[in-house]
């Protein structure tokens, strides 16, 4: 198997075990954010940052794609919190919205969220800032 723009660390007893390194492929640490409880989001320093293959689409800040599963936000800035990938959700009700809606939000991450909601012409009818604490 050639293996082109992947990280391959610790595959095996030996990088590239089973596998025959191509262009862009490496071999370090990909820094997740925490693999013991699954979140395999990049940190900030990760070799992974925009070393994916050029040629795919690039990522939504216009970078070169990363190497994983999630795009890795630069514009969050190393002294902030990632966004939220996991298990979060808004519901509105009703549906669709009337002059008075409410807005619930779930997240399992402690973090501060931002609520914006438009209008079907692109202006922002509302705007709010909630903290959320972890239980």
């Known amino acids: 198997m050639i293996s082109s723009y992947n990280d391959v ?7 590239y075990a089973n596998c025959t390194p191509s262009e862009g492929s490496i071999s ?3 820094l997740f954010n925490d693999l013991d409880n699954n979140d395999y989001n990049l940190t900030w320093r990760s070799p992974c940052i925009n070393a994916g293959d050029p040629s795919f689409p690039r990522d ?3 970078s070169i794609v990363d190497m994983g599963a999630f795009y890795f936000n630069s514009k ?6 990632p966004t939220a990938t996991l298990d979060c959700g808004l519901k509105a009700a009703p549906n669709p919205f009337n002059q008075k809606t409410y807005l619930q939000v779930r997240t399992i991450l402690a973090g501060i969220v931002y609520i914006k909601v438009y209008n079907l012409s692109g202006r922002k009818v509302y705007e709010d ?7």
Not at 9 to 15: A, H, T, V
Not at 76 to 81: D, I, K, P, S
Not at 129 to 135: A, V
């Open 9 to 15: 660390y610790g595959n095996g007893n030996r990088d």
């Open 28 to 30: 370090l640490d990909p």
């Open 60 to 62: 939504p800040d216009g």
């Open 76 to 81: 969050l800035g190393v002294n902030q919190n």
């Open 129 to 135: 800032k909630n903290e959320f604490q972890q239980e």
